[in-house]
């Protein structure tokens, strides 16, 4: 019996380092009968060719799935395209929302030369703690603190197409020729996207998740009470607010109002709009007339949103789902 990592699922195979060689695997039965779901990144135990065993994952992200992560680095551009607040946001809400460390990348530093773009970044994140790196993959620059942040860690790297993320990992790793946008673009054999998530090593010590995934999720998974978890500054605010399910909005004796001038405009009005996405989820939920009721589970030693439902929905296919199909699974 041997122990190795899922680094790469491709239908029915799955391929697993065992640290020094990779071997073609397939699940046996009998765990596929367990619902045993084996994801990219698990911890398994392998035996001439079949997997026989799972280890229980330190943590995992659904859409794409993959287990036992560090961290996340969210990757933005500071021009082309220009630097959206909200859908950064939105980023560091869902790394939050899976209770992963985030670091925040922020490239094409060498077509910015907005100093007023640059203090208000740091102005806004420091305070809430986050590590920022300023980086050109072209240009190189910034390369040896992303390097440094890479070490001895599993990264996740997310952000909208077009951002960096392949030319980053690239400019630190050549060997592994990524694909980037515009080569592919030239070679007219349309874009090399990577359809399943991949771990990457890029040296002994670290480890990067190659994804197509983990962009643009709305959040209608979650109640809209539930949405300032996600939101450091809110979060703390909202421990005194008189009701607790204020959603600071227009509540009276809400804390977070009360002291509004301490919280970021744009972060508070990606709070608002994040708000009205899961409100379409509330409605869902009431339509659908499911009993369903939000918690607190504490899963792998991390707070996340539990739903409990009475009844199962039939698609299968959005993330919503996905958790509670996780979550009963791990039950
Ligand atoms: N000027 C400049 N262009 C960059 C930089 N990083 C990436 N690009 C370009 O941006 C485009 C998209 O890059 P790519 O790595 O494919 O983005 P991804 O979709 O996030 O993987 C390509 O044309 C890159 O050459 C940078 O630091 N500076
Ligand atoms: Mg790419
Ligand atoms: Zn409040």
């Not at 790394?95 to 640059?118: G, H, M, P, Q, W």
């Not at 909208?160 to 400019?171: D, E, F, H, P």
């Not at 450091?232 to 909202?238: F, G, H, Y």
């Amino acid at each position: 019996m041997a122990k190795g990592q899922v680094y790469k699922i491709h239908s029915d195979f799955y391929y697993v380092d065992d640290g020094v060689n990779s071997y073609e695997c397939k699940v046996r039965e009998v765990l596929k009968k367990q619902k045993q779901s084996i994801i990219t990144g698990d911890f398994v135990e392998f035996d001439a060719g079949y997997i026989t065993g799972c280890y229980p994952r330190k943590n995992f992200i659904l859409r794409p799935g993959v287990a036992n992560l560090d961290q996340v680095i969210v990757v933005s551009a500071l021009k082309e395209p220009d630097l959206s607040f909200k859908q950064l946001n939105r980023f560091i809400a869902l790394a939050r929302f899976y209770n992963l460390e985030t670091i925040l990348c922020f490239n094409k530093d060498d077509l910015c030369s907005d100093s007023v773009l640059l203090d208000r970044i740091s102005d806004i994140y420091e305070p809430l703690g986050f590590k920022i790196v300023f980086t050109s993959a072209t240009r190189h620059f910034g390369l040896d603190k992303f390097f440094d942040i890479l070490k001895d860690k599993t990264s996740v790297l997310c952000g909208t197409s077009g951002v960096g993320k392949s030319s980053l990992i690239n400019a630190i790793a050549p060997d592994l020729k990524l694909k980037t946008k515009s080569i592919s673009e030239k070679s007219g054999r349309g874009t090399h996207t990577t359809r399943h998530c991949q771990i990457i090593k890029i040296n002994d010590s670290a480890k990067i998740v190659d994804t197509p995934g983990f962009s643009n999720v709305k959040f209608d998974f979650l109640m809209p009470k539930d949405v300032g978890l996600l939101f450091v500054e809110i979060k703390d605010l909202a421990e005194g607010c008189k009701y607790a399910d204020c959603l600071h909005i227009y509540e009276d004796g809400c804390n977070v109002l009360s002291n509004i001038d301490k919280i970021e405009k744009t972060r508070y009005e990606s709070y608002l709009d994040f708000v009205n996405e899961a409100k379409e989820f509330k409605e869902k939920v009431k339509n659908e007339g499911l009993k369903r009721e939000t918690s607190q589970k504490v899963l792998h030693n991390r707070n996340i949103v539990k739903i409990s439902g009475k009844k199962r929905q039939s698609a299968r296919n959005n993330l919503k789902q996905l958790v509670y199909k996780e979550i009963e699974n791990d039950e």
